[in-house]
């Protein structure tokens, strides 16, 4: 057993009490025994999940990060088989080599493939791929001491439920996923800057179907007719290079300061400084993939900048039809707070529907960003979720640290259905907050 | 291509080598007890390039099992380039003071049924004239520590043997490198306690064990700072030491 194991966001402080499960063939006893000793758990997989979702309501996971192995690949199909703890890098690791690339990839690789699929987790493609589930073949669901094995043709109800189902469902212990081929492990990306939100949306409009990739930063400080100034990033997998597999050196931030580094001061100066020295016309840039994707896996326990009070991730999802103005409000509240994050990532969402019951992406604009814990920052955000809630969008689980009930239930319908399919020794705190 | 044969190739240090070595596309002869667990290895190192993995069920304590072992592992793989030797437990050694059974069950497991292992194995070694033995040891056997003595007496009996093997074989073409690693997050120490800025992760030991074979280092401590560690341990005079409680 270790202690004080946290989620990314080291918010809420409820620090859990570890049990590690190493072998695939040991795990229907260590849930058993772990969930008769206290009551309840919930699989925890590499601690990427901001909020409380990763937290058992009990205060004891199941780690199932040391099920690291793979199972069988198919280099011709290209489909691979693994255990659920390991790392999305593990499996690229593997695959590029090969000519195989993540059909869907978020913006860390330090994601486990059990947490992938139980958050449903999106990436920059999601306009082309839909999300991670989309991509999901198959898995190993551990329920009520029974094994089962959910596709989209056996236990449907069990595979949609599961994707998207935050870890409620059962133990995920294996997965099958389909990959997708590439030529060369290099990105061809363009960078531009826009003036305001509306330039975003005319952007995203023109390039995002001619793109695989598709993101922008927004400056979230700016005030007025600069409201969503950024930079628009899109990319495509290189048709010539090599299939190289990143091996960036990384940083680290050594400890936690008791005091947040992210604040008015360096926000302002990093957020001018990076809308300044991103050109006005389209520049073209051709790099490895770690970076285009995993800027910030670059530095390792990045989120101690935030502090001993940790941080808060915002991250909402608002329908195409009100997108450009409820978009607006929720920046200009932001800015007005002067609250704001070093990357604030704006991206617009596809119709490609998701398997999952609980998935967090619809047809519209997602903004995420990161906020310091401090006093005043639930009226931002209190401010923040009756914008999208009027708006009809939504906040996706794997971020939040405080959505309320009401909103997540009107937001998720299906709730209910997730409910009914829980494995009633799974529970987290999210869970119990949402829905009690 | 090497050939590699693991003892206790499902503990978390010799998997760890095995991912490596796979990934070269070497070929594996692999020994544990637990059949399941064998699987699982087997399909891992498979997958990350593995050119053939062939599994032997095996007690480490049952030394009338060693003999038919080796035959079949020479039979699958003619030749053996590196002989990982990775088997053990960590014993209580509480429990170890309480009961004589225990104390030399746990001392069989962790040294002499080494020492078995090696002495077949030396004699095979001796007739191909070429490869590399890999002893896992400890830095708990550089010195005796109230807290597991019992360990750091069976992983001394291992280094100081691996000492005397290394000068026989040497003569021969055949090289023996002594492992001690520190403290490494593994299932064997889960639970413990151990002082975060000092465990190492399996992966970057394996790292540092490929590298040492590969140079035909004689003893290596890994992570490598553990070498200035025990040599302050190893430098207190018995007076104080055995005031200690380490």
Same mark, same amino acid.
């Not at chain 1, 059990?114 to 898995?139: C, P, Y």
């Given at each position: 057993?270790?202690?004080?194991?946290?989620? #990314?966001?080291?918010?809420?402080?409820?620090?859990?009490?570890?049990?590690?499960?190493? #072998?695939?063939?040991?795990?229907?006893?260590?849930?058993e025994q772990v969930s008769r000793a206290y009551g309840g758990t919930l699989p925890y997989g590499n601690g990427r999940s901001y909020g409380d979702s990763c937290l058992a309501s009990t205060d004891h996971v199941l780690c199932t990060r040391g099920l690291d192995r793979f199972i069988e690949a198919d280099w011709e199909a290209g489909t691979v088989c693994a255990e659920a703890g390991i790392t999305l890098a593990e499996i690229l690791a593997i695959a590029i080599p090969r000519g195989w690339f993540l059909a869907v990839t978020p913006g860390t690789?330090?994601?486990?493939?059990?947490?992938?699929?139980?958050?449903?987790?999106?990436?920059?493609?999601?306009?082309?791929?839909?999300?991670?589930?989309?991509?999901?073949?198959?898995?190993?669901?551990?329920?009520?001491?029974?094994?089962?094995?959910?596709?989209?043709s056996s236990n449907m109800h069990l595979y949609s439920a599961t994707i998207g189902g935050l870890g409620l469902t059962g133990i995920i212990s294996w997965a099958c996923i389909q990959l997708i081929p590439i030529r060369a492990s290099q990105i061809n990306s363009s960078v531009v800057r826009f003036s305001n939100l509306a330039e975003f949306f005319s952007l995203s409009a023109?390039?995002?179907?001619?793109?695989e990739y598709s993101v922008a930063w927004i400056d979230c400080l700016a005030k007025g007719r600069d409201t969503g100034r950024g930079v628009f990033i899109v990319g495509d997998h290189a048709q010539f290079g090599t299939l190289e597999v990143g091996s960036r050196s990384k940083l680290r931030v050594p400890f936690t300061p008791p005091?947040?580094?992210?604040?008015?001061?360096s926000l302002q100066a990093f957020n001018q400084a990076y809308w300044h020295v991103h050109p006005g016309t389209s520049k073209r840039v051709r790099g490895s993939y770690e970076p285009f994707f995993y800027p910030l896996d670059r530095i390792l326990h990045w989120n101690r900048v935030y502090g001993r009070l940790g941080f808060q991730q915002y991250q909402c999802v608002i329908p195409d039809d009100v997108a450009d103005v409820a978009m607006r409000e929720v920046l200009e509240a932001i800015a007005d707070a002067g609250h704001g994050s070093f990357l604030a990532v704006l991206k617009r969402c596809g119709d490609i529907k998701s398997p999952g019951l609980l998935s967090f992406p619809l047809p519209g604009a997602s903004l995420a960003l990161d906020f310091p814990q401090k006093q005043g920052l639930e009226k931002l955000f209190l401010r923040l979720d009756q914008i999208v809630h009027e708006a009809g969008g939504r906040l996706y689980p794997a971020k939040d640290a405080h959505m309320s009930g009401g909103h997540f239930r009107r937001a998720y319908p299906a709730w209910e259905q997730l409910e009914a399919l829980r494995d009633p020794s799974l529970n987290s705190h999210f869970w119990k907050r949402v829905t009690e | 291509m090497k050939r590699i044969l693991i003892i206790g190739a499902t503990s978390a240090i010799a998997n760890a080598c095995a991912r490596a070595w796979a990934e070269q596309g070497c070929e594996f002869f692999l020994v544990a007890r637990s059949v399941e667990k064998l699987e699982l290895t087997q399909a891992d190192l498979t997958v990350r390039g593995a050119k053939a993995v062939t599994l032997y069920c095996m007690d480490a304590t049952d030394f009338s099992a060693h003999g038919p072992m080796l035959e079949s592992c020479i039979a699958?793989?003619?030749?053996?380039?590196?002989?990982?030797?990775?088997?053990?437990t960590l014993p209580d050694q509480k429990a170890c003071e309480q009961d004589v059974s225990t104390a030399l069950d746990e001392l069989t497991r962790n040294g002499t049924s080494v020492i078995g292992l090696l002495t077949i194995l030396a004699n095979q070694f001796e007739i191909q004239r070429c490869g590399t033995f890999a002893v896992i040891s400890s830095v708990a056997g550089d010195r005796g520590r109230p807290s597991n003595y019992l360990y750091g007496t069976a992983k001394a009996a291992v280094s100081t043997f691996c000492e005397g093997l290394r000068g026989r074989m040497f003569k021969v073409g055949v090289h023996v490198i002594t492992i001690k690693p520190g403290f490494v997050d593994t299932p064997m120490t889960q639970g413990l306690g151990l002082p975060v800025a000092l465990v190492a992760k399996p992966a970057q030991v394996a790292k540092l064990i490929l590298k040492g074979i590969d140079k035909g280092s004689n003893t290596i401590y890994v992570p490598g700072f553990w070498r200035f560690i025990m040599l302050i341990i190893k430098s207190v005079p018995s007076f104080i030491f055995k005031r200690t409680n380490l």
């Open positions: 057993m270790s202690d004080s194991l946290y989620s #990314w966001g080291h918010y809420p402080d409820k620090p859990q009490s570890g049990h590690p499960s190493n #072998w695939r063939d040991d795990l229907p006893h260590l849930l690789q330090f994601v486990t493939l059990g947490g992938a699929i139980a958050n449903d987790v999106h990436g920059k493609n999601h306009h082309v791929r839909g999300t991670f589930g989309k991509h999901v073949l198959s898995f190993g669901l551990l329920r009520e001491g029974q094994a089962i094995v959910c596709s989209a023109e390039l995002d179907h001619q793109h005091l947040s580094l992210i604040n008015r001061l | 699958t793989m003619r030749q053996i380039d590196v002989a990982l030797i990775a088997h053990g």
